[in-house]
């Protein structure tokens, strides 16, 4: 069972910024699909952002291309992604969530199929205000 847990959501006004952070207890050399999911009341998931852990696989849902960035920490030995978001838009409001795919499993295309990932984290609020 892996662990996995976000942190760095908060409040912030229309065009601020803030960086989320993903921590599992899955080993750095493991392969594995990161991917950050969000879900506002009323809406369905979605699929916002996804690395590869070994390919060089990045993925982004449109409306947050050229916002948002995506990384991984290679200094720890444990999986850490992060998640930089700028030029937030209230429509970002958002609990963020942290998934991980099945080892050796590349998504490519179905990065964003929620039913793809086995680990999860218990997420973390995002509020923009306008």
């Known amino acids: 069972q892996v662990q996995v847990e976000e942190s760095g959501g908060g409040s912030v006004e229309a065009g601020g910024s803030l960086r989320l952070s993903c921590s599992t207890s899955a080993p750095a050399y493991e392969s594995r699909q990161m991917t950050w999911f969000r879900q506002s009341p009323g809406k369905a998931r979605e699929g916002v952002a996804s690395m590869h852990t070994t390919q060089n696989d990045i993925y982004y849902l449109d409306s947050v291309k050229g916002r948002f960035t995506i990384s991984r920490d290679n200094a720890k030995n444990t999986l850490t992604v992060y998640l930089d978001m700028n030029a937030l838009k209230p429509d970002d409001t958002a609990m963020y969530s942290c998934?991980?795919?099945?080892?050796?499993?590349?998504?490519?295309?179905?990065?964003?199929?929620?039913?793809?990932?086995?680990?999860w984290g218990r997420g973390t609020q995002v509020t923009v205000s306008s």
């Open positions: 998934a991980l795919g099945p080892q050796l499993n590349r998504l490519r295309g179905r990065w964003s199929d929620e039913l793809k990932y086995v680990f």
